[in-house]
């Protein structure tokens, strides 16, 4: 009992200062890790939309030669980073159905993007294929010795309105 009486009101403030400072440190500590988090998950969702916009790009561009490996790479780099924000996201919000929801259809207009992107290329290979096919005969005809003038230009004037 003589602890208590030298338990004085000044005593009791420092001891209830003490304790809330430590509060104060604890939640701003988990401030901090909580911001830390949301700011790596915007870095993620930011990518994200960049690379959409680099794959939407090569879609409107498709009267240009572009690279399908850059394509290629630009769709991998997106699937590995929503699987990681997936993953994330699971970790920190396993009962939130709307994130999942949300992540399920960018996975499903992704897959879909993707093939239609994939359906292109294949067109267009065909196509170039072809085209270099069609060259190739037109350059043999014309060099042809035995076929007559009036069947060349023929031949000229349909391979030109094909292309």
Do not use: C
Not at 46 to 58: T, Y
Not at 111 to 128: A, G, Q, R
């Amino acid at each position: 009992m003589k602890w208590l009486q030298r338990f004085d009101k000044i005593s009791a403030l420092l001891l209830f200062f003490i304790f809330l400072l430590v509060v104060m440190f604890f939640y701003l500590y988990t401030v901090e890790k909580d911001v830390k988090y949301y700011t790596i998950q915007e870095e993620k969702i930011v990518a994200l939309k960049l690379l959409d916009k680099e794959i939407n790009d090569f879609s409107l561009s498709m009267n240009q030669f572009d690279n399908y490996d850059d394509i290629n790479q630009k769709s991998e780099q997106f699937k590995t980073t929503l699987a990681s924000l997936k993953k994330d996201l699971q970790v920190h919000y396993p009962n939130h159905i709307y994130f999942l929801e949300k992540i399920k259809t960018i996975e499903k207009n992704l897959n879909d993007k993707l093939e239609n992107i994939d359906y292109f290329k294949s067109l267009n290979s065909s196509l170039i294929a072809g085209s270099h096919f069609l060259f190739d005969l037109q350059s043999t005809i014309s060099d042809e010795q035995d076929i007559n003038i009036k069947t060349k230009s023929l031949i000229n004037e349909t391979l030109f309105y094909i292309l």
